[in-house]
């Protein structure tokens, strides 16, 4: 996040539920571009995919896709990010999105369906996911659990209501952010492993969410190419989680993956 948005967190907060939602606690961590490559140089990270949040107006859509923007521009090598969207703005986030590619983003994201009221098989969606596609641009959808503890940005967006999204858009690079909330295990169908074919799971805050087994399991339902690498940083920092993969045993191949080579591909 830009400096002006931390040290005006609370007029944001006011603004936005997607950032009230997320950043209302004095605890919720805030970093800048400089922060990040910062953090990247320790824990010994070349690149970074940094996403956006869900804001629902379109106005602070531009203002941090443009923060976004100019910190790819200063760290070409360090820095890959993803915009965020409002589509129920329409022909606005349309352009926006067109913007953010003449810029060189790499993707969409995150977007909220639930706090943007997002409908995911609407008319608005399939435009942005058409635009995505001619591009070749991956979008990544936040994903909640249906069960277990409650934590701030918890919210809704369930498999259930993922999954439609999938098979409408099949063809469609997709991210399901947060392991995908326990849609990989639903592999285990034949059908939903078909659907699964350009989909993708991302292991952001898994210390906060499941055991360490779930490196294991989710490579045996859905292979270990559709693992990506995520921390949630600044909630996590990146070391922690790039020691406990190495301290899995997984094949190295798996591990490679896992830690970089499956979102090199991905944004190829």
Same mark, same amino acid.
């Given at each position: 996040?830009?400096?002006?948005?931390?040290?005006?967190?609370? &007029?944001? !907060? #006011?603004?936005?539920?997607?950032?009230?939602?997320?950043?209302?606690?004095?605890?919720?961590?805030?970093?800048?571009?400089?922060e990040l490559v910062a953090s990247m140089d320790k824990a010994g990270i070349d690149t970074s995919v940094v996403l956006n949040i869900g804001w629902t107006d379109h106005a602070l859509c531009v203002q941090t896709n443009?923060?976004?923007? &100019? +910190?790819?521009?200063?760290?070409?090598?360090?820095?890959?990010?993803? %915009?965020? $969207?409002?589509?129920?703005?329409?022909? $606005? +986030?349309?352009?926006?999105?067109?913007? %953010?590619?003449?810029?060189? !983003?790499?993707?969409?994201?995150?977007?909220?369906?639930?706090?943007?009221?997002?409908?995911?098989?609407?008319? /608005?969606?399939?435009?942005i996911v058409r635009l995505a596609g001619e591009h070749h641009l991956p979008i990544l959808l936040h994903t909640d659990e249906p069960v277990g503890h409650r934590y701030p940005g918890k919210g809704s967006n369930t498999?259930?209501? =993922?999954?439609?999204? =999938?098979?409408?858009?099949?063809?469609?690079? $997709?991210? %399901? #952010?947060?392991?995908?909330?326990?849609?990989?295990?639903?592999?285990?169908?034949?059908?939903?492993?078909?659907?699964?074919?350009? *989909?993708?799971?991302?292991?952001?805050?898994?210390?906060?969410?499941?055991?360490?087994?779930?490196?294991?399991? *989710?490579?045996?339902? *859905?292979?270990?190419?559709? !693992?990506?690498?995520?921390?949630?940083?600044?909630? *996590?920092?990146?070391?922690?989680? !790039?020691?406990?993969?190495?301290?899995? /045993?997984?094949?190295?191949?798996?591990?490679?993956?896992?830690?970089? &080579?499956?979102?090199?591909?991905? $944004?190829?």
């Amino acid at each position: 996040m830009s400096h002006q948005i931390r040290e005006q967190r609370a &007029e944001y !907060i #006011a603004r936005d539920p997607c950032f009230a939602m997320l950043y209302s606690s004095p605890r919720a961590k805030l970093a800048t571009a400089e922060e990040l490559v910062a953090s990247m140089d320790k824990a010994g990270i070349d690149t970074s995919v940094v996403l956006n949040i869900g804001w629902t107006d379109h106005a602070l859509c531009v203002q941090t896709n443009d923060y976004l923007l &100019e +910190a790819m521009s200063r760290y070409p090598k360090r820095i890959a990010g993803f %915009c965020t $969207l409002q589509p129920r703005s329409g022909d $606005l +986030a349309l352009k926006e999105f067109e913007r %953010c590619i003449r810029g060189g !983003i790499k993707g969409i994201g995150e977007l909220r369906p639930d706090v943007q009221s997002i409908d995911l098989t609407g008319e /608005n969606m399939a435009s942005i996911v058409r635009l995505a596609g001619e591009h070749h641009l991956p979008i990544l959808l936040h994903t909640d659990e249906p069960v277990g503890h409650r934590y701030p940005g918890k919210g809704s967006n369930t498999p259930e209501k =993922i999954y439609p999204f =999938i098979t409408s858009f099949p063809e469609v690079k $997709l991210v %399901c #952010a947060h392991w995908g909330s326990g849609l990989p295990f639903y592999a285990l169908m034949p059908e939903v492993a078909t659907a699964f074919k350009n *989909v993708y799971f991302d292991t952001a805050a898994s210390n906060f969410l499941y055991r360490p087994a779930i490196f294991q399991n *989710v490579i045996d339902l *859905v292979g270990a190419s559709k !693992i990506l690498f995520g921390s949630d940083y600044p909630l *996590v920092g990146q070391g922690k989680l !790039i020691k406990d993969i190495r301290s899995r /045993n997984l094949p190295p191949e798996a591990e490679r993956g896992i830690l970089g &080579e499956n979102a090199a591909s991905l $944004l190829a």
